[in-house]
């Protein structure tokens, strides 16, 4: 049985959480949707520490970043499917 790599609450979320320490561009993540135990594999853009997010499709800025199935922000720069997601491309909508 494989370790997840990246965990998703959702199906229709389109970010997810790193899990593991030091992962690094070009590893093949398996990635679990705790929604319903489900899987998939996403290859890493990029390096991304653990807890950090990662995009799990090309997101365009002005896009709707959502995890937990809920609008956690909007998207201020492009992020390719595999991405690291954070403060560098990913603001609260709030201000």
Not at 27 to 41: K, R
Not at 64 to 70: D, Q, S
Not at 85 to 91: P, T, W
Request: charged fraction near 25%.
């Amino acid at each position: 049985m494989s370790i997840p790599q990246c965990l998703v609450h959702e199906h229709k979320d389109n970010v997810g959480v790193v899990v593991v320490e030091g992962l690094k561009a070009g590893t093949d993540m398996l990635c679990v949707v705790t929604a319903d135990n489900s899987s998939f594999h996403l290859t890493a853009k990029s390096d991304v520490p653990i807890g950090h997010k990662v995009a799990l499709a090309d997101l365009k800025a002005g896009d709707t970043a959502v995890k937990y199935g809920e609008d956690i922000g909007r998207f201020v720069a492009d992020v390719e499917k595999g991405g690291h997601v954070h403060v560098q491309n990913l603001k609260t909508k709030r201000w």
